[in-house]
């Protein structure tokens, strides 16, 4: 759209001069609402978090907050002393988490309101300082005071067995050992072992007595005896222990569950082995090597081997009658019985062995088989040869000798 | 004991050897194997040796050892000729007296040949004068063997001159044997040979067992050897063993002189010089008188007749060593030699003359070409 300005000259002048004024005019009403504002701002509540350790500071115009302590972490507990200079205010209160505390009234009445809002550690806190922002800003000091080593006892729990697998019957050796780890001392130190598990019978020193308090580095241990009872693989739990610390905090920790496996009871189990001999010749002795092992799992005891030959007569054996305390798994006894045959034909060996399995008596046989042959005569064949050699030698020579 | 050297000398000489030997194996019955399995068992010390020129006749011998065959080379015998045997004596005289004088000493030898071969006749006046010569006392009888009458002209005339120089030698005597006789033993030539062979080894070894045996009635060496020196000292054997129909000692003594069990065939009443009769058998077989009236009885014709009697389980069995005092039967043989070698010179001197006269054809005439 086009604006013919010739026409309107005049009015157009006019026009100007009241929009300036206007201007002007909203100008000085915005500048004295400014300023009726920043009076009002300079009352107005603010608010800072700050991360404190033990000894640091706030300073707020003529406030001062320090942090003297953590009492307690368990109750949330923070201890700050706030003063101002000048003396009109020098308080140390124990301040509890998340509640506010007012000092001189609070923020509202121009004092300063302070919140603990977090409690890190024994050693730090989150604290929240609300305030009149005319107080101007607040300033963090860190204390010059090296921080101080904290009272923390740390139990360390161990459960073990003294073996892995085990068969039924085994006794099983359990240690429980608490080692304090920490820095401070631990207090009311309790243990708690897992009820009896069904898998086993508790025969000596169950519950585990561990002492109540153990300083920092020391360690103490409980052994208690089990049975096995029942084969399978056992989910042993976790020992916890609890305790607590000077202040007392109390704390716990608990050991690693592991698994064990319970194997069927064990028992000797005897092997016979009774080695077939050489063929005998009438009236020729020979050896007959007997090898008893045991491959069971438990020690065979009161071996007792006894031997027996059919037909009765006609082999003579000697040694085979034999008895043994004691064959340990793995292991074998070796023996050898002399026997000679004096009349041909074909014996058999039996030989029972009775054992203690462990479990009761057990009896175990083997046969093996001898031979006895008719005498030979190694030689015979020399007999008719070595006359053959001397009688064709000595015709050798005589033809020789009317050889011409 | 005697120690007794058997010298087999040429193929006929051999022969009688290995009969000998044979002999000594347990005569007729041993076996051709019995050398294999026994030992020769000789009633004394016996050494024999045979020696031939001809290794061939060597070969053919069984039963004597190979280390008792001597051959003396040259060639393959001296082919029935006389002077080439004697010559080929004379060049190996050393090695066959070594070969003897390594068998040791001996009372008595025998030299046994043919006096019709060539290297027998030829070697064994040579050697009896070599042995005489080396060994002084011993006493060398020599058994000379007449050929076959048909055996050809120069084995006559090889025995005419063969047995001349054998009576020439300084032997003890001579043992004739007359091949001529005794073929009528058996039909063919071949097995009389051998029975004649074995006839004279077995009277040999007779005789040295009754020379060396003990005795009831003594004969030994000395008695032999003063038989032997009787008469022509040419002498003969007779032999008989009695048979069971007839154990008779005085007629086992006469058959014994028969001429059919002598080698050489003679007249015992007529022609023995001197005799020697040894006796051997069972003592229920030697009734002495019997024994004593059949030598006084020879004694009355053979003038000395020595006898020995040896007890031995057994038949009797007598053998009868005699010389002669004549031996015509030599003369005809002297006689039918001298007869072949006149015929021999004739006939030579026939072709030569024939030759001679072909040669005529062309005496004045030269060869054209």
Same mark, same amino acid.
């Given at each position: 759209m086009m604006y013919n300005y010739g026409v309107l000259g005049m009015k157009a002048s006019s026009y100007r001069l009241g929009l300036i004024c206007l201007l002007?005019?909203?100008?000085?009403?915005?500048a004295a609402c400014a300023a009726k504002s920043d009076e009002e701002d300079e009352d107005e509540i603010t608010f800072r978090d700050f991360s404190l350790n033990i000894g640091d500071r706030i300073n707020l115009d003529d406030y001062q907050m320090e942090l003297i302590e953590i009492q307690s972490l368990r109750d949330g507990l923070v201890v700050l002393r706030v003063s101002r200079v000048g003396g009109s205010l020098d308080e140390q209160r124990a301040l509890l988490l998340d509640s506010p505390n007012n000092f001189d009234g609070g923020a509202e009445k121009g004092g300063v309101t302070i919140t603990i809002t977090d409690i890190f550690d024994e050693q730090s806190a989150r604290v929240r300082l609300e305030y009149e922002q005319k107080l101007g800003t607040?300033?963090?000091?860190?204390?010059?005071?090296?921080a101080a080593m904290p009272e923390k006892p740390e139990l360390l729990v161990q459960k073990s067995f003294d073996r892995n697998e085990m068969h039924v019957g085994d006794e099983v050796k359990v240690t429980i050992t608490i080692r304090n780890t920490g820095t401070g001392t631990a207090n009311d130190i309790d243990v708690q072992d897992i009820p009896p598990l069904p898998e086993f019978t508790y025969i000596a020193g169950y519950p585990p007595k561990i002492k109540e308090t153990l300083d920092s580095g020391q360690s103490d241990s409980a052994v208690y005896i089990l049975n096995a009872a029942r084969e399978g693989s056992v989910?042993?739990?976790?020992?916890?222990?609890s305790y607590a610390d000077s202040k007392k905090n109390s704390k716990s920790n608990s050991s690693e569950p592991f698994s064990i496996i319970i194997r069927p009871k064990s028992k000797a189990d005897l092997v016979i082995n009774v080695e077939d001999t050489a063929p005998l010749v009438l009236d020729e002795e020979g050896l007959l090597n007997i090898s008893i092992s045991n491959q069971g799992s438990a020690s065979a005891t009161r071996i007792e081997a006894t031997g027996e030959v059919s037909p009765s007569d006609g082999l003579e054996i000697k040694g085979l009658d034999k008895s043994f305390f004691e064959i340990p798994p793995g292991d074998a006894a070796n023996f050898s019985a002399s026997i000679s045959g004096h009349k041909r034909g074909i014996y058999t060996i039996r030989l029972k062995v009775s054992y203690d399995d462990g479990d009761g008596s057990v009896i175990r046989e083997a046969t093996s088989r001898a031979v006895v042959l008719k005498r030979e005569y190694k030689y015979q064949y020399l007999l008719v040869i070595i006359p053959i050699i001397i009688v064709s030698a000595w015709i050798y020579r005589r033809h020789r000798e009317y050889k011409y | 004991m005697l120690n007794v050297l058997m010298l087999g000398v040429g193929q006929c000489g051999n022969r009688i050897l290995d009969a000998m030997n044979k002999e000594a194996f347990g005569g007729g019955g041993a076996s051709k194997l019995a050398k294999y399995y026994l030992r020769p068992k000789f009633p004394s010390r016996v050494e024999t040796? =045979?020696?031939n020129t001809a290794v061939n006749d060597l070969k053919e011998l069984r039963f004597t050892t190979a280390k008792d065959r001597l051959h003396v080379p040259n060639l393959h015998g001296v082919g029935a000729n006389?002077?080439?045997?004697?010559?080929?004596?004379?060049e190996n005289r050393d090695m066959i007296m070594g070969e003897i004088e390594k068998r040791g000493d001996f009372d008595i030898a025998f030299v046994i040949t043919s006096t019709s071969g060539g290297t027998g006749s030829s070697f064994s006046p040579l050697l009896i004068n070599e042995l005489k010569r080396q060994y002084k006392d011993i006493a060398v009888i020599t058994v000379a063997i007449l050929p076959f009458r048909e055996e050809g002209s120069i084995y006559l005339q090889n025995a005419a001159f063969s047995m001349r120089e054998l009576m020439?030698?300084? =032997?003890e005597g001579i043992i004739l044997a007359d091949n001529q006789y005794m073929k009528r033993f058996s039909g063919d030539i071949a097995s009389a040979y051998d029975k004649i062979n074995n006839m004279i080894a077995q009277r040999l070894l007779f005789l040295i067992e009754s020379l060396d045996s003990e005795m009831l009635s003594v004969t030994d060496l000395g008695d032999f050897k003063t038989v032997m020196n009787g008469g022509l000292r040419i002498g003969t054997m007779g032999f008989y063993q009695a048979d069971s129909k007839n154990l008779s000692i005085r007629d086992a003594i006469e058959n014994s002189l028969k001429p059919g069990n002598l080698l050489y065939p003679a007249n015992v009443a007529d022609d023995a010089a001197r005799a020697m009769i040894i006796i051997q058998g069972s003592r229920e077989h030697l009734d002495v008188d019997e024994i004593t009236k059949a030598v006084e009885r020879l004694s009355a014709s053979a003038g000395h007749v020595f006898k020995g009697i040896v007890v031995k389980k057994g038949?009797?069995?007598?053998l009868s060593v005699f010389t002669l005092a004549s031996a015509p039967e030599l003369e005809g043989i002297y006689a039918q030699a001298a007869r072949a070698m006149q015929d021999e010179k004739e006939k030579r001197t026939r072709a030569r003359k024939q030759l001679d006269d072909a040669f005529a054809h062309i005496e004045d005439l030269e060869e054209i070409y």
């Open positions: 002007l005019y909203v100008l000085l009403i915005g607040p300033r963090k000091r860190a204390s010059d005071r090296p989910q042993i739990p976790a020992v916890v222990v | 040796l =045979a020696i006389r002077n080439v045997g004697k010559q080929a004596f004379m020439e030698v300084d =032997a038949r009797p069995k007598i």
